[in-house]
Every structure is written in C-alpha cells, then in structure tokens.
C-alpha cells in the first residue's frame, strides 16, 4: 500500500477520523485507493452477483452471467474473471455482466469460487468411497476425513478468533443451536443469582433463545432478564451504561450475554473491558454472540477471558446460507467442575451431551458412558454436515491468505470513505427541514465493523430500496426505516462505495 493509504490507516486506528481531499469525490480517487489496495486481488476469489444474474427467472448453468473460471481458496489461480465496467451513475444503465454493488455481506456472504471444488471434493469421495469417507481423505483432497473436518476447520480460525488453541473452536449445528447449547453449560441460574443480562434489541433469534432458556428453569423474564438499553435518540449503547447495568445487578446475574456488534445499529462493543468489569464484579459466566464480529474485527477471546461465544459462517464468513455454525469454549472450561462447584457426574462441566461429543477413539465403541472429547469438541452433539463443513472450509482457506489485521485495516478506510460521502449529502441538503437520512452507526471508527446503518426520513425506505434495487446495489432493509450498508474489504472495492453513493443520491432525489 502506498504511504497515503498507511496513512489513512493509521489516523483510523488511533480512532480519528481523517479528512479527504476535495478530489476525493471522483470516482477517479477511488480508483485510486483500489490500485494501491493489496487485498484487490481478493475480489477474483468470489462470485458477485451481476445486474444480469439478479434477474434470473431459471438456473441456467452459471454462477454468474458469464463463467469466470475458479480461484482456488488456498491462493491458487484460474481464469482470472473480467473487469467490471462499473455503472453509469447517470441514467442507471448497465451491462448486465457487470457485477452488482453487493453491500449486504452482513447478511449472506458473497460466494468463494472455490468452495464449488470443495463441495465436488466431498461429492467424488461420497460417491467413490462411501462410508469409508468418514475415515479417509485422498492425497489430492481439500478435505480431510469426513470425522475430522469440524476440527481441521477449527485449527483455521485461530486468527479469526483469537483462541488459544484448536481445541477451543469446534464447528457444529447453527447459531441459535449453539447458543441453547451454550447456556445450557453456562447458565445455571440459583435462588441468589437468576438473571440475564442482554442488550435492548438482540437479534429476534437471541430474544426467544434467553427467554426460553430462563423459562425452562421456571423463571420469568419479566423478573430475569436485564436490558441493557441504549440513548433513545442516537441509538448508542455506551460502554458506561453496559458496567453501571453489571453494577446493579452483579450480584444476582448468572450470566451476561451480549452482541459483538449490535446488528441493527453496526456498533462494536467494547468487549475485553465489558468482560473483564463483570469478571470482577463476580458474574459467573460471559458470553457473547458474535455472529456479525467473526471475520469482520480483530478478536482475542482467550486473552480477553471470556467463557463462551457463538457465530455464523454465512456473513463475513461467506460459507453460505445457513452454513454450520462455530462456538468457542475458553480452555479454563474443558475440565472440571462449574465455578460453583457443580461437576456433572464423570467430573466435567455439564454439557447437553450427544454422540459426536464423545472423544473420537471411544466413540464407535458405542458405550453408555459419555467420555467427552477434549475442549470445545466435547460441546458437539450430532454427527456434523459435511456438505456445510466443506464450504466452511473452502471459505476458511481464503481467509487463510491474509490476517484479520490486514482485512481490519482495509475495512476501517473503506467504512470511512463511505461515511465521508455520505456526510457530503447531508451537507447539500437545505436547511430548514428534516434531513432525509442519518447514520446511527457510532462515528468513532474503533466502535464499528463493515457496516453503516442510515436511518431514513419516515416514508422513503419504500421508494429508496427499489431505486436503489434498480440500479444494482444489494443492501438489507430493516423496516420501517433502516437499511444497513456493508462494504466488505474481503471483496469490495472504494470505487463500489463511490457508485453507491451516487445511487443512493439519485434514489433520494427521486423519493422526495
């Protein structure tokens, strides 16, 4: 990268936000910023989603309007794909070979090329070898053997992470399963400590799983459950808030369970200081569910203490809709009893136990007695997807070729160069009225990962959307009145967000 773009870099990450140049506003500076972009490469590896494409009625063989041969996901090269032509930000026509602005990787991660080879890997092996698949891997495979690919995945996500070692990251079931499975080991609620402590607006998925969760132990929520709520206005929910909840509640919490990112809002919680202030003040167990934060931040669970985390694979990870999911278990839990005391009855903390739990040398002895696997693996309860393992892996393998530090640093720049364009509408706008949108993401680029989220003035988000569906760009809508943009640095480049903006410009012109 050249120095500019350094930088850019560091002025971010001490937190400060830089200025741009007036000619930063052309799309002839955002090209800029690409060229000098080391990551640029990375975009080849995935499939984006045309103008063409998105209007497919039938399959009609491709994954894109034109075949763009396969990136291999452990760096090797196939037929590079074509330059897009960009949009013509002016009347809205297009090529319909030119890839879309794909800002919803917060959602549903656009597609690794090569998880198409890791998925006919595992098809040739099924078909070839059949049962044996369980037990053998080819020499030319991407896969090891099917028994053990969740931990073949799970020593890839270190860096993803930040665990300690393999054996804390086990890959299984689907989040909200993961997280059922989590509180059943880390929340034991007593007569003294009972409550949950979450955030005013967990993702609807988080709300049932906790209020179930205290239901089965013959609780209320209306009496166990803490919400952490944010400033009525901006939406910010200050860290200051956060401690001063565990301060009132400490000493009757059981757990508290908190979001990485708050998903409707993009901010990023402060999540080593968060742990360690509940740690001290005596809350048995932290969790947090890091389904927008994996893949998208830096993350240093082990050193950060906490007890458990639950994620997806199909947003930042880009494994694919409603790929297998991951969960880590701090090394300080694999033996033992529960920090009250409580041991299940071979001595390990009590888990919902199934048969993929068991350790992997005694688990075809087909014995009553469960002996759990080492670590996190121990958690597992059901003989895993391999059909979802290999595309986690496909996708692993692309993260395999940078670091979440190198991904961190593009993001927090590309983020900004968004927000910084956006502020130039605002500003156009006259005085006087109501602004037609504002961003509720926090401002202070250490507080967000890849992600805006703009609050539009009541009554556009309908016209917008669909102007903005027209001119190509992909985006998640959160009625009535949020749509949340997320450039991805694994994929998407500044000149994407340039053209979004002059999109978005267009479609608020067009709405009022």
């Known amino acids: 990268m050249s120095s500019e773009f350094q930088s850019l870099i560091k002025t971010l990450r001490a937190g400060q936000k830089p200025e741009f140049p007036p000619d930063a506003r052309s799309i002839d500076y955002a090209r800029q910023l690409d060229s000098q972009d080391k990551l640029g490469s990375f975009r080849e590896k995935f499939n984006i989603p045309t103008r063409g494409s998105l209007r497919k009625k039938a399959l009609n063989g491709r994954a894109t309007a034109k075949p763009t041969g396969v990136n291999g996901c452990n ?24 890839p879309s602005i794909y800002f919803v990787g917060n959602s549903l991660g656009a597609q690794p090329k090569c998880i198409r080879e890791h998925l006919d890997a595992h098809l040739e092996t ?24 969740a931990a073949d995945c799970a020593e890839k996500s270190l860096d993803l992470v930040g665990a300690a070692a393999p054996s804390e990251v086990i890959y299984m079931n689907t989040l909200t399963v993961n997280l059922h499975l989590m509180m059943a080991s880390f929340y034991r609620p007593t007569e ?38 944010p400033d009525p206005h901006t939406l910010y929910l200050s860290t200051d808030q956060i401690l001063a909840t565990i301060d009132a509640h400490a000493d009757s919490t059981a757990l508290l369970l908190l979001p990485g990112i708050q998903y409707y809002t993009g901010q990023l919680l402060d999540i080593p200081r968060i742990t360690a202030h509940a740690r001290a003040r005596g809350i048995p167990a ?33 494994a694919g809709p409603g790929a297998i999911a991951g969960a880590f278990v701090h090394r300080k839990h694999h033996d033992g009893p529960d920090p009250d005391g409580r041991v299940g009855d071979a001595g390990y903390r009590h888990r919902l136990a199934g048969w993929y739990g068991a350790e992997k040398t005694v688990r075809f002895n087909m014995d009553k007695v469960f002996a ?42 590309l983020t900004r160069y ?16 109501e602004q037609a949108f504002r961003i509720i993401t926090p401002g202070n680029p250490l507080e967000r990962g890849s992600q805006l ?36 640095p694994m994929y998407c480049r500044f000149e994407d967000v340039w053209e979004f903006v002059e999109v978005f410009r267009n479609a608020l012109e067009e709405a009022r």
């Not at 179930?212 to 013959?218: G, M």
């Not at 240093?300 to 199909?314: E, I, Q, R, S």
């Not at 003989?383 to 961190?408: C, H, I, Y």
Request: aromatic letters at 8%; glycine letters at 8%.
């Open 126 to 149: 099924w078909a070839s070898i059949g049962v044996n698949g369980h037990f053998t891997s080819f020499e030319d495979s991407p896969l090891a053997a099917w028994q053990d690919m």
């Open 453 to 488: 989220s703009l609050l539009l003035r009541a009554g556009l988000m309908e016209r917008v959307s669909a102007r903005l569906a027209e001119g190509g760009v992909v985006i998640d809508v959160r009625k009535p009145d949020v749509i949340r943009v997320a450039p991805v």
């Open 418 to 433: 968004l927000e910084w364009l956006l502020e130039g509408l605002l500003e156009e706008e006259e005085s006087g009225g």
């Open 192 to 229: 003294k400590r009972h409550k949950i402590i979450a955030e005013w607006k967990p993702f609807p998925s988080d709300s049932y799983a906790i209020a179930s969760q205290i239901q089965w132990h013959n609780l209320s929520p209306a009496t166990s459950l803490v919400e952490v709520h």
């Open 286 to 318: 932290v969790g947090w569910d890091l389904a927008h934060a994996v893949g998208n931040v830096e993350l240093a669970l082990h050193d950060w203490d906490v007890d458990f985390a639950v994620w997806c694979t199909y947003k930042y990870l880009n």
């Open 75 to 98: 760096g090797t090269n196939g037929v590079k794909a074509q330059k897009p032509n960009g949009i013509s930000h002016a009347n809205g026509h297009t090529d319909d070979d030119t």
């Open 372 to 413: 759990p696997a080492e670590g996190a693996a121990g958690w597992q309860v059901s003989n895993p997807s391999v059909v979802d393992l290999a595309s986690v892996k496909g996708a692993l393998g692309v993260f395999g070729q940078t670091t979440m530090r190198e991904l961190r640093d593009k993001a927090v720049v």
